[in-house]
């Protein structure tokens, strides 16, 4: 078992929770204006990182909301969790406070 920690609710079983893929990418302003080659990278393209990584989860059973996690895709430590339009915590210092 894992405890992710809801900016609203605290920390809960990961049972609780749906997995929604990278954070912060941002949709393009207007689909129609892009070239399909922007739309592909848009809709398919993600970083595949080995580390701490910005995602989206929705809690499924609980409050409903989704939020950011930066979580290690390696060791699955989780490192912050924060509300969507809340800035990214800087993942360097977030990591570093953790070596210390």
């Not at 912060?24 to 689909?31: D, E």
């Amino acid at each position: 078992m894992q405890l992710i920690p809801c900016p609203w609710c605290g920390p809960r079983d990961d049972a609780e929770f749906h997995y929604g893929a990278e954070a912060h990418v941002v949709r393009p302003a207007v689909p129609a204006d892009c070239s399909d080659a922007e739309w592909e990278a848009y809709l398919y393209l993600r970083r595949n990182t080995k580390g701490p990584f910005a995602e989206r989860w929705m809690h499924t059973n609980g409050c409903r909301r989704w939020f950011n996690v930066i979580r290690d895709t390696y060791t699955h430590e989780i490192f912050a969790s924060y509300k969507p339009g809340e800035p990214m915590p800087d993942i360097a210092q977030l990591t570093a406070k953790k070596d210390a």
